[in-house]
């Protein structure tokens, strides 16, 4: 059974299309999350929800917009696609210290 | 804020040798403190954390002690392999109202060669 699901894995899609991202757990976590990966290898987190509720909204431009239509699930839709949107997306979901990751979707914008 | 620095990679190490990876962090409170490992192409796996000060995150022969005098998480190995080759990442967490928030460090690229 798959833990934290997300898909696409892979996106390649054109500058300003609109696409979206979806993220399923079935670890009955309360809190999820969508991380960014850039090309260095560096994690940062975007958002995180909590039983719905979004909690953590870090410096990210509004055309990113998480919604999360119950506690299992987390998408993101990113309108207006940028070339420096390309990145691998992470979803994630906790409870307590215990996290565990998605397995990415590498988004490509060209 | 929150942050964590460690190592630059990448480190090249030739199978059996012995692996150390430094990394510091600054944070208030008193935050748990993870190593992550990622495999080409795929997600993040915990390898090992640590809750509290002193206290020694073990897995698959890696270890790293949480040292608040320090404020340091180093993660080791006496004996690498070539399937150890990866990209090793030191989080920390803090409490943020409902949800816990990983701060990462840069990533230290780890290549095991025969």
């Known amino acids: 059974d798959t833990a934290v699901s997300q898909t696409p894995k892979y996106l390649v899609t054109q500058m300003g299309n609109d696409k979206s991202i979806k993220c399923e757990q079935n670890?009955?976590?309360?809190?999820m999350y969508w991380y960014k990966q850039d090309s260095k290898k560096f994690l940062k987190i975007m958002f995180s929800?909590?039983?719905?509720?979004?909690?953590i909204n870090e410096t990210v431009p509004n055309r990113f917009s998480p919604k999360s239509p119950d506690k299992a699930h987390l998408n993101l839709h990113i309108n207006s696609l940028e070339l420096g949107d390309s990145a691998v997306y992470f979803c994630?979901?906790?409870?307590?210290?215990?996290?565990?990751f998605g397995s990415g979707t590498r988004l490509t914008v060209v | 804020g929150d942050s964590v620095t460690q190592m630059e990679g990448p480190v090249t190490l030739s199978e059996e040798a012995f692996l150390t990876i430094n990394c510091t962090y600054t944070?208030?409170?008193?935050?748990?403190l993870f190593w992550y490992v990622q495999y080409p192409g795929e997600g993040l796996q915990l390898l090992l954390k640590?809750?509290?000060?002193?206290d020694k995150g073990s897995n698959k022969g890696f270890e790293a002690t949480y040292r608040k005098e320090t404020t340091s998480f180093h993660l080791e190995k006496g004996s690498v392999q070539v399937s150890d080759s990866a990209v090793y990442f030191c989080?920390?967490?803090?409490?943020?109202?409902?949800?816990?928030?990983?701060?990462f460090g840069t990533g230290t690229q780890l290549k095991v060669e025969l």
């Open positions: 994630a979901s906790s409870q307590g210290w215990s996290y565990t």
């Open positions: 670890l009955g976590h309360d809190t």
């Open positions: 929800y909590n039983n719905k509720e979004l909690i």
């Open positions: 944070a208030t409170g008193y935050p748990s």
């Open positions: 640590a809750t509290k000060a002193d």
């Open positions: 989080a920390l967490s803090g409490l943020t109202g409902g949800g816990n928030k990983l701060t």
